[in-house]
């Protein structure tokens, strides 16, 4: 079974500062993984994926996180952080290659980002 | 428009009093599934289903039932609420591979009294 550790339940940081959200994974075959987000009062909506190929992948709004696979970690990071971002980011491991299998979230990183 | 339509949005319901929460997606989705979101513990999921006629337990299954008798229906069953099922619910759906994004409704807030 596979499972996933958000490394922060919480990460305040000042408006254009760089942030880093930490996730790590544990799995016995190979993943897919993925970057939720959900702004306040909202559901939850995709912000990137990994699925093979290159290690490094970019969402529309700036955010980019980097598969490890020796880590088994997917840390999410944005190099200068705006109060739009301040939202609860989920990350979420399935396993590859295996159809319709579910997904399985961590617990959530609070972003809150300051003025 | 492309949408998880879950209602209600808000519960307010006493113990005992069966209540059924429903999830209709618009995008002719094989994957449905129900999630529970609580302080400090994310998003754990409930049931899930693969198809109609097809449903599978997840992590916190207990109290709840759910029924797949259309592709777009989902509906999330408490036959006898307790308070530990106070919670926020999301229902989420998905095509057929789990390679592609997940879809979740905005939320349905349950409070039992």
């Known amino acids: 079974a596979q499972s996933v550790t958000q490394l922060d339940s919480q990460v305040p940081v000042f408006e254009e500062a760089p942030v880093e959200l930490r996730c790590n994974y544990s799995s016995s075959v190979s993943v897919y993984l993925f970057w939720y987000v959900q702004y306040p009062n909202q559901g939850l909506q995709l912000l990137l994926k990994?699925?093979?190929?290159?290690?490094l992948v970019e969402s529309i709004n700036g955010f980019e996180a980097e598969f490890n696979k020796s880590q088994t970690s997917f840390h999410l990071r944005k190099p200068s952080v705006h109060i739009s971002d301040t939202a609860e980011y989920f990350c979420a491991v399935s396993r590859a290659l295996a159809g319709n299998t579910p997904l399985v979230f961590g617990k959530g990183t609070r972003l809150s980002v300051i003025a | 428009e492309a949408q998880v339509t879950q209602n209600p949005r808000y519960l307010i319901t006493v113990t005992g009093k069966k209540l059924t929460v429903t999830c209709s997606q618009n995008?002719?989705?094989?994957?449905m599934s129900w999630y529970r979101q609580d302080p400090g513990l994310g998003l754990r999921q409930i049931y899930y289903s693969m198809n109609v006629e097809v449903t599978d337990k997840g992590d916190v299954p207990e109290g709840y039932k759910v029924s797949r008798k259309e592709k777009r229906n989902f509906p999330l069953i408490l036959e006898s609420p307790s308070p530990n099922q106070t919670s926020l619910y999301f229902c989420?759906?998905?095509?057929?591979?789990?390679?592609?994004?997940?879809?979740f409704g905005e939320g349905s807030r349950l409070t039992v009294l």
């Open positions: 990994y699925l093979s190929g290159s290690t």
């Open positions: 995008m002719n989705h094989e994957y």
């Open positions: 989420a759906s998905r095509g057929t591979a789990n390679t592609g994004e997940l879809f």
